[in-house]
């Protein structure tokens, strides 16, 4: 059974810096597509970065480049979203998201793209 379990979370003010972590047991983590997602209250689920398998493939959504830096290591079967320079429209929560094999990195901006997601995990960014 796939499970991805998120972490690392919380209330920070706005300026500051977050680092999540996303732990995924029961797939072949090294060649599944990671990403992460987001959803505010009362918005959409929007993407916001993924990463193929090698890490020599990352895309973001525009209002994230330069800010957010997304990074896995396959030895630990963990993805990360280092997150900088946060803003309060940052406030949401955070998904997860594996999907198996490789498609050209920009086709993982859509949330059908993936076989697999987390639970989530709630970054709240105060002004």
């Known amino acids: 059974q796939v499970q991805l379990v998120e972490s690392g979370g919380g209330l920070v003010q706005a300026g500051g810096s977050l680092r999540l972590s996303c732990a995924a047991s029961?797939?072949?983590?090294?060649?599944?597509?990671m990403g992460w997602f987001r959803q505010a209250p009362g918005k959409e689920r929007e993407f916001v970065a993924a990463i193929g398998w090698s890490s020599s493939s990352t895309y973001y959504t525009d209002s994230v480049k330069g800010r957010f830096t997304i990074s896995r290591d396959n030895a630990k079967n963990t993805v990360y979203l280092q997150m900088n320079s946060l803003k309060p429209e940052d406030t949401a929560v955070y998904y997860c998201?594996?999907?198996?094999?490789?498609?050209?990195?920009?086709?993982?901006?859509?949330?059908?793209?993936?076989?697999?997601w987390g639970q989530g995990t709630q970054v709240t960014v105060s002004s």
């Open positions: 029961g797939l072949a983590f090294s060649i599944h597509t």
């Open positions: 998201t594996a999907a198996a094999g490789y498609s050209g990195i920009i086709y993982y901006a859509r949330p059908g793209a993936y076989d697999n």
